[in-house]
């Protein structure tokens, strides 16, 4: 970790109530709780714990439908696991070079990748752009580009909960985000919980054709989607 956790007299208090109730596994009040709780500030209708941010993430590529030899556009200056579930698709990671300005994505070098990728009769599938430790990329270019050339965009916003860009959390600013509670998060979750984000309700059809074929242990939402965990094999 870049700083060591800290659990306050409270948080142990509230840690302590989550195992004594037996409410820890897959479904229970605390999980609603969080949900609810993650909703509210990130102002989403819909979110999915997982297990993993790797898991969020290939989740959120499964419900785009991402398959093999799809192009996905991502930040390189990244940590393994963001590529890693593009493979997991057998789909092709195209690496975007950082700004100077933020040491995120490059919406210069992003919109020429997709004309690249365009010349060669190629439409990218989707953009998978990171958040690096708590900076924001800059979202106002990246979603501009996005938009013009119809390709959704996820976030991976495993280093930047609590970090807002223009007034808007990230990890709820593209279609699809996911957020991260891992030991070097700037926000620890001593089970390790991440969440994947939705912004838009029909990704919800799509995410049950996705999980329930798999050995989910438990579906929840706003409405009632709540928490999920999926094995990574």
């Known amino acids: 970790s870049l700083t060591p956790e800290t659990l306050f007299p409270q948080a142990k208090k509230a840690f302590e109530n989550v195992i004594t109730s037996f409410h820890f596994g897959v479904k229970g009040m605390y999980l609603d709780a969080v949900n609810t709780q993650l909703q509210d500030y990130l102002k989403v209708n819909y979110s ?3 297990q993993s941010g790797t898991a969020a993430l290939h989740l959120a590529l ?62 990218p599938k989707a953009i998978v752009v990171v958040h690096s430790y708590g900076v924001p990329a800059d979202m106002t ?22 970090c807002h860009f223009k007034g808007k959390s990230c990890g709820g600013i593209g279609d699809l985000g996911i957020l991260s509670f891992n030991s070097n998060a700037l926000l620890v979750d ?39 965990f999926y094995p990574l094999s």
């Not at 990704?203 to 409405?223: D, S």
């Open 62 to 123: 499964q419900v785009l439908e991402v398959s093999e030899g799809d192009v996905i556009l991502c930040s390189d200056y990244t940590y393994i696991a963001t590529i890693n579930p593009v493979l997991y698709q057998k789909a092709i990671p195209i690496l975007i070079d950082a700004e100077p300005q933020t040491g995120n994505m490059d919406p210069v070098l992003l919109e020429q990748a997709i004309k690249d990728a365009l010349a060669k009769g190629v439409t």
């Open 190 to 228: 001593p089970v390790l919980f991440s969440v994947l984000v939705f912004i838009a309700p029909h990704f919800i059809e799509q995410l049950v054709g996705v999980i329930v074929p798999k050995p989910v242990l438990c579906v929840c939402t706003r409405t009632q989607l709540g928490a999920g």
């Open 48 to 50: 999915l714990l997982t």
């Open 141 to 162: 270019s990246i979603m501009k580009i996005a938009k013009k050339y119809n390709i959704l965009v996820i976030e991976d916003a495993a280093e930047a909960y609590g």
